[in-house]
């Protein structure tokens, strides 16, 4: 989402930097502090937002439960050394499978896309025992989840600075911090909608894929790229279902299924909680902006590219309640699930009913001479 200058959301309210700031921080420390912890994946909650200690301790506890079908790999490391670990969630098969990318938090303030990433988890496998679309998916499909992208911003908008958006990497001899993970994709690198000064929120970084994160990411997405079907990366705010392009006007080759696919998925939303949703590409309903992933998994070959803009649209902007995250993650499950569909039912259904037409086919011609044999 487009940064603030100057300014963060409290409450519903614009509040100028400088007023009540540091009380903010102190307030939100202390909350953080107070949260009672958890001890084990029963009495996790999912209606909360969790520092990234939990998540890790998370990810390994939910990992070990479902053996069977959870295994976390680690991806690279941050800036500051941290890992980057992402869960892959696989029934055992013997088949050659496709992929399902999600990430999660690749601008460290918008804490609900993490919390939907946890919850994308916990709704498959709570699920796909019992639920037949989700069942058929993982006949074909692996899930490859990365609950948080941006893992030293993340830290740091929990211990410092609550609207922190970048990353922590040291530039210009330590006078600026971070770099935009947004922006540093390479795909029309810093061509629009960014920045090279390294004091500004959507600096794009010292050239295409120069922070550890994203070269950890685009290392992975591109040694995989052959089998990723779909690309789903989760932010906020703006309720926005957004495909490419964001460095220009021009369209994908398959803009207009990327659209229908986007606008059912819309529908599929407001029909839980009665939220709506725009659909486009960045460039025509939101903002231009170069060195996205989106755009750059796209133009690698990725079919299936979409930036989600969860909830609201600026009552609370990057502070969403944790009173709706149930709300938010529920409607975006359901809108996860119908592009989910939409693949699945291009790449398999289609083709199995074109394999049972050609065999009617063949059939219908044989019958006439059925008598001959």
């Known amino acids: 989402m487009k940064p603030l200058l100057g300014t963060f959301y409290l409450l519903g309210m614009l509040v100028p930097w400088g007023l009540g700031d540091d009380r903010s921080r102190a307030q939100h420390r202390q909350e953080a502090v107070d949260k009672t912890p958890w001890r084990n994946l ?21 990992s070990e439960k479902h053996r069977e ?28 499978k496709k992929i399902i990318w999600m990430d999660c ?54 211990t410092t600075d609550r609207l922190w958006r970048k990353s922590r990497s040291s530039h210009d001899n330590g006078k600026c911090f971070g770099t935009d993970l947004n922006r540093n994709f390479n795909a029309s690198w810093c061509s629009i909608g960014a920045s ?58 398959n803009h207009e299924e990327l659209i229908q696919v986007g606008q059912k998925a819309a529908t599929a939303l407001k029909a839980k909680h009665g939220t709506n949703y725009k659909v486009g590409s960045s460039v025509d309903i939101l903002y231009a902006t170069s ?17 989600f803009e969860l ?16 709300a938010t993650c529920e409607e975006s499950m359901a809108a996860v699930l119908s592009v989910l569909d939409d693949v699945y039912e291009k790449y398999w259904y289609s083709n199995s ?17 059925m008598h001959l044999l």
């Open 311 to 326: 909830r609201d649209n600026g009552t609370y902007g990057f502070v969403l309640p944790e009173a709706q995250i149930q």
């Open 42 to 62: 029963e009495t996790y909650s999912y209606n909360r937002y969790h520092p990234m200690g939990e998540i890790y301790q998370w990810m390994s506890q939910i």
């Open 353 to 369: 009913a074109g394999k049972m037409t050609s065999a009617a086919i063949v059939l219908s011609l044989l019958v006439p001479f």
């Open 196 to 253: 090279k000064n390294c004091q500004d929120l959507t600096f794009c970084g010292t050239g295409p894929v120069s922070e550890p994160e994203t070269k950890a990411v685009a290392s992975f997405i591109m040694s995989k790229k052959e089998d990723i079907l779909c690309y789903l990366t989760m932010h906020s705010y703006g309720q926005l279902i957004l495909l490419p392009y964001g460095y220009t006007n021009n369209k994908a080759s």
């Open 291 to 307: 060195g996205s992933s989106r755009d750059w998994a796209r133009d690698i070959g990725i079919p299936f590219s979409y930036t």
């Open 69 to 96: 079908v959870v295994t976390q790999h680690l991806l690279g490391m941050t800036y500051e050394t941290r890992p980057m670990y992402y869960l892959k969630i696989s029934l055992p098969s013997n088949n050659h």
């Open 105 to 158: 938090g690749i601008h460290a303030r918008e804490w609900i896309a993490p919390a939907f990433c946890q919850w994308f988890v916990k709704e498959i496998l709570q699920n796909y025992k019992d639920n037949s679309k989700i069942r058929r998916f993982l006949t074909k499909l692996d899930f490859y989840v990365l609950p948080v992208f941006n893992i030293d911003g993340y830290i740091y908008t929990w």
